[in-house]
């Protein structure tokens, strides 16, 4: 017989997903017991369910998630004009993660989105793309693709990159929206919990549980109490946001992994005038450079036309900036990410705690905000002030960013490699790199280090499995769908 807390059975949801107040004795709820455990309610783990349930199985499911069932999770922001520092960030965490509050993209092709296709193949990886963007269609995803009919236009976006250096990845894109994403992730948590997944809000995992080498289970709270959670099979998906939180789990329960790499960089923002053959023709750019004198991997990622520029908070109060991009509310501006990978080597194994580093450090020169700073100021070799913000044809679409130094901040390697990769941008998109160019920091990518996983997406320790981009091999909303489909298929 199953026990189920009375702080996540259905019946003790109200009308708009909150969990009723209940009086528990004694700090601790009695231990529970459920068939598969799925930590994280991002698409890797709502996935996962789907998969399970796409199956028939008829097992008991449970989903816990750190953040808000969907209703709930609104940004203060829009209605203060300031972040208040919710924890946890609902823009962040909360059922459907962070990717689907940003701008919500579903990237169409395997060769977009992370190294799935390295673990399963690229003909596997190609037909759950499309078996998901099928799924995501069913619970009203927008039929239009960006990105496509526009062979002659695209052939010339090609040629000025190649001229420049550049590689570029036109990729198919289904352009959720932020808006929208919200609306379509609500549908599916009530069709979860329609079908009996029990959907565990403000719940916490602080530990596996670990018998004889495998995993049965995990320790858990939520607002009240800390309970155990017995499971058959465990399923972590945290998500970016809890990358650090499974590396440290990986050390502490032996669970293969290895280093991995970091992204750092800035977010780019300029006026739609500059960007508008691009948007029309490709809608977001790929572009990919190994500029001098370093030669790192630096890329254009989550280009989001006539969006806006966003904060996202980590735990400790980390200010990163991300952008979004709504369907029906449009800004003057596109903004995107210009990132630059560091991939370690030994005996350096903490790439996380170095990106962290370096965006306290923006954070500290911006007394807690996002710190943004003109590109003709970068080159000039001095600071940004706000007078000069507001004399640019370009208004900046994240008012409270402080304006001031970002190459104080970032390390000396990735500004060059920045520098020099929007120089070469903009041979492809002539005004790219103009003196008004808003440049915002610090844009940081959390990946976990890569645990390591046969094709059937096992880990070393037996009942457990780690997906998404918490497991270091996918990055975006498409494949840690992908990976979350397959693996909740597997275990059905």
Same mark, same amino acid.
């Given at each position: 017989?199953?026990?189920?807390?009375?702080?996540?059975?259905?019946?003790?949801?109200?009308?708009?997903?909150?969990?009723?107040?209940?009086?528990?004795?004694?700090?601790?709820? @009695?231990?529970?017991?459920?068939?598969?455990?799925?930590?994280?309610?991002?698409?890797?783990?709502?996935?996962?369910?789907?998969?399970?349930?796409?199956?028939?199985?008829?097992? !008991?499911?449970?989903?816990?998630?750190?953040?808000?069932?969907?209703?709930?999770?609104?940004?203060?922001?829009?209605?203060?004009?300031? /972040?208040?520092?919710? &924890?946890?960030?609902?823009?962040?965490?909360?059922?459907?993660?962070?990717?689907?509050?940003?701008?919500?993209?579903? $990237?169409?092709?395997?060769?977009?989105?992370?190294?799935?296709?390295? #673990?399963?193949?690229?003909?596997?990886?190609?037909?759950?793309?499309?078996?998901?963007?099928?799924?995501?269609?069913?619970?009203?995803?927008?039929?239009?693709?960006?990105?496509?009919?526009?062979?002659? =236009?695209?052939?010339?976006?090609?040629?000025?990159?190649?001229?420049?250096? #550049?590689? #570029?990845?036109?990729?198919?894109?289904?352009?959720? *929206?932020?808006?929208?994403?919200?609306?379509?992730?609500?549908?599916?948590?009530?069709?979860?919990?329609?079908?009996?997944?029990?959907?565990?809000? @403000?719940?916490? /995992?602080?530990?596996?549980?670990?018998?004889?080498?495998?995993?049965?289970?995990?320790?858990?709270?939520?607002?009240?109490?800390?309970?155990?959670?017995?499971?058959?099979?465990?399923?972590?998906?945290?998500?970016?946001?809890?990358?650090?939180?499974? &590396?440290?789990?990986?050390? !502490?329960?032996?669970?293969?992994?290895?280093?991995?790499?970091?992204?750092?960089?800035?977010?780019?923002?300029?006026? &739609?005038?500059? %960007?508008?053959?691009?948007?029309?023709?490709?809608?977001?750019?790929?572009?990919?450079?190994?500029?001098?004198?370093?030669?790192?991997?630096?890329?254009?990622?989550?280009?989001?036309?006539?969006?806006?520029? $966003?904060?996202?908070?980590?735990?400790?109060?980390?200010?990163?900036?991300?952008?979004?991009?709504?369907?029906?509310?449009?800004?003057?501006?596109?903004?995107?990410?210009?990132?630059?990978?560091?991939?370690?080597?030994?005996?350096?194994?903490?790439?996380?705690?170095?990106?962290?580093?370096?965006?306290?450090?923006?954070? %500290?020169?911006?007394?807690?905000?996002?710190?943004?700073?003109?590109?003709?100021?970068?080159?000039?070799?001095?600071?940004?002030?706000?007078?000069?913000?507001?004399?640019?044809?370009?208004?900046?679409?994240?008012?409270?960013?402080?304006?001031?130094?970002?190459?104080?901040?970032?390390?000396?390697?990735?500004?060059? @490699?920045?520098?020099?990769?929007?120089?070469?941008?903009?041979?492809?998109?002539?005004?790219?790199?103009?003196? =008004?160019?808003?440049?915002?920091?610090? =844009?940081?990518?959390?990946?976990? &280090?890569?645990?390591?996983? *046969?094709?059937?997406?096992?880990?070393?320790?037996?009942?457990?499995?780690?997906?998404?981009?918490?497991?270091?091999?996918?990055?975006?909303? %498409?494949?840690?769908?992908?990976?979350?489909?397959?693996?909740? @298929?597997?275990?059905?």
């Amino acid at each position: 017989m199953y026990l189920y807390s009375t702080h996540c059975a259905p019946n003790e949801l109200d009308n708009a997903g909150r969990v009723r107040d209940v009086v528990v004795s004694k700090g601790k709820q @009695e231990d529970k017991m459920t068939d598969i455990l799925i930590v994280g309610a991002g698409p890797a783990g709502i996935f996962c369910a789907l998969g399970l349930l796409g199956r028939g199985y008829s097992g !008991q499911i449970t989903l816990i998630e750190k953040g808000l069932p969907i209703e709930r999770r609104s940004c203060p922001r829009s209605e203060i004009g300031h /972040c208040i520092h919710c &924890n946890p960030c609902r823009i962040t965490t909360g059922f459907s993660g962070a990717g689907a509050f940003s701008d919500g993209k579903l $990237s169409l092709s395997y060769e977009v989105g992370g190294d799935l296709p390295e #673990l399963i193949g690229s003909e596997l990886t190609q037909q759950t793309i499309n078996r998901v963007d099928k799924m995501y269609l069913d619970f009203g995803a927008d039929e239009r693709i960006e990105g496509i009919g526009h062979p002659h =236009e695209v052939a010339q976006i090609r040629r000025r990159a190649i001229q420049a250096g #550049l590689k #570029l990845v036109d990729c198919p894109i289904r352009h959720l *929206g932020t808006e929208k994403a919200q609306e379509l992730y609500a549908r599916i948590e009530r069709h979860l919990r329609d079908a009996g997944v029990q959907l565990l809000f @403000e719940c916490e /995992c602080k530990e596996l549980l670990m018998e004889s080498g495998s995993c049965r289970g995990a320790i858990v709270c939520d607002r009240s109490s800390s309970y155990e959670i017995r499971a058959s099979e465990t399923v972590v998906a945290t998500g970016r946001r809890g990358a650090a939180w499974l &590396n440290q789990l990986c050390e !502490q329960q032996g669970i293969a992994h290895q280093a991995g790499p970091c992204d750092l960089g800035v977010r780019v923002e300029v006026r &739609n005038e500059v %960007m508008e053959n691009v948007n029309n023709v490709l809608y977001e750019s790929k572009l990919v450079g190994y500029p001098n004198p370093f030669r790192n991997k630096v890329r254009t990622f989550c280009q989001n036309p006539g969006g806006y520029v $966003s904060q996202e908070n980590y735990d400790h109060n980390l200010a990163v900036v991300n952008g979004h991009s709504f369907k029906d509310k449009k800004s003057d501006n596109t903004n995107l990410a210009v990132l630059v990978t560091f991939n370690f080597r030994e005996p350096f194994h903490e790439p996380i705690s170095y990106a962290r580093m370096v965006g306290e450090m923006c954070n %500290m020169l911006g007394a807690g905000h996002i710190l943004v700073q003109r590109f003709g100021d970068i080159l000039d070799g001095k600071r940004t002030w706000p007078r000069e913000l507001s004399r640019s044809n370009l208004s900046p679409t994240l008012c409270d960013a402080e304006a001031g130094d970002i190459t104080a901040a970032i390390p000396y390697r990735a500004m060059i @490699e920045i520098i020099n990769f929007i120089k070469a941008v903009d041979e492809v998109v002539p005004g790219f790199a103009a003196e =008004e160019t808003l440049l915002y920091a610090p =844009e940081l990518k959390f990946y976990s &280090n890569r645990i390591m996983m *046969g094709a059937d997406l096992t880990t070393n320790v037996a009942h457990l499995r780690c997906l998404g981009d918490s497991s270091g091999w996918t990055r975006g909303l %498409m494949m840690a769908s992908c990976m979350g489909l397959l693996c909740g @298929e597997s275990m059905a």
